[in-house]
């Protein structure tokens, strides 16, 4: 039986509905059904596997299914979550980048993880319309990021990212979840709203670039760090940092009654860029004074586990923090100085 199938908008449904019926019934037309579906209900079922805007089209899909990388990866995701409420996500041919930076507060540090694509998704496809655009910029909420990605805590199989065009464009997370009753899978999926930062914007959210530290360090431990961290900054609001080519670094504290120093000893030197007038010295030394807040702030939030921490310090400009979860996969923040 043939059929005729109209959208219609709902406050104009029976209306609309009556009109047709009356001009077929003239015509003396049979056998015909009419399905009146509501234009906002056809919309909501309708998926696209891409996000076009202003003619421009891009498509982003990504796999994970090692359970290990699945649950660094919730806990990147969590980490950022504690410090912003906004980030970005450059998503490259080869690499993933998420900036976080918090505009509307002078408290949060800057901080941005780098990502090796091809460690974390065996399946990674990305496509782009010209030469013109070499990445997809997406702006996005890490709480709720971290809200879709929490299936990956428990036994989760498989994973999978797509962005996605519905009524708005959003990042589709998919992830399969063994259940230990029944051993069934069970699939869960959430769309994540983003927002598709368009190509004349990307100047504003450029991605940080590593500085070249004068003086690198590779701290062995993130949690003693983290503690005399947050014992500090309730006795100053500043804290220095000095180290020294010979493998020492201090952390040091000054109040108007006391000067605390916590010292570190027989640190491994991972760079060494002094300037040509101290190439020639014996020992080379650097310090810096950073706000106390901000740091524990970034100590606070990590959530991975840490296979090593950089400290790189720069005379009075800046304390680049790296956390080396494996290699490929890293966390920045760069601590700017503040005058004494």
């Not at 070249?212 to 100053?236: A, E, F, Q």
């Not at 100590?299 to 790296?322: K, M, N």
């Amino acid at each position: 039986m043939p059929s005729s199938v109209f959208n219609m908008k709902v406050p104009g449904l029976l209306k609309a509905y009556t009109q047709i019926h009356r001009n077929l019934k003239e015509k003396n037309a049979k056998n015909i059904l009419l399905v009146c579906v509501p234009i906002s209900h056809a919309k909501r079922h309708r998926t696209q596997t891409l996000y076009t805007t202003k003619g421009v089209i891009m498509k982003f899909r990504a796999v994970m299914e090692d359970a290990e990388y699945m649950r660094e990866f919730l806990n990147i995701i969590v980490t950022l979550s504690k410090l912003t409420k906004e980030c970005v996500i450059n998503i490259e041919k080869d690499k993933v980048h998420f900036i976080a930076n918090e505009e509307s507060g002078t408290t949060a540090p800057l901080v941005w993880v780098d990502i090796d694509a091809k460690l974390y998704f065996p399946e990674y496809h990305l496509e782009l319309p010209d030469k013109h655009h070499s990445q997809i910029m997406l702006s996005v909420s890490p709480a709720n990021l971290s809200r879709a990605f929490s299936s990956l805590r428990s036994n989760a199989r498989h994973c999978k990212l797509k962005l996605l065009n519905l009524q708005f464009p959003c990042l589709r997370v998919e992830v399969d979840v063994l259940t230990q009753n029944s051993n069934q899978i069970r699939n869960t999926s959430h769309d994540v709203p983003v927002t598709v930062i368009p190509r004349s914007d990307w100047d504003f959210y450029e991605l940080p670039q590593k500085p070249n530290c004068k003086l690198v360090l590779n701290v062995p431990s993130n949690r003693l760090m983290r503690g005399l961290i947050d014992k500090i900054k309730n006795l100053s609001p500043t804290v220095i940092f000095y180290a020294t080519s010979g493998g020492e670094m201090n952390l040091v504290a000054e109040t108007e009654l006391a000067t605390i120093t916590t010292r570190y000893k027989n640190l491994d030197i991972k760079e060494l860029n002094p300037s040509e007038d101290e190439r020639h010295k014996q020992q080379i030394e650097a310090s810096c004074s950073v706000d106390c807040k901000k740091t524990s702030i970034f100590f606070s939030a990590l959530q991975v586990p840490t296979g090593e921490l950089a400290c790189g310090i720069d005379d009075d400009r800046l304390i680049h923090l790296e956390v080396n979860i494996r290699h490929g996969i890293a966390i920045h923040s760069i601590l700017p100085a503040v005058c004494m």
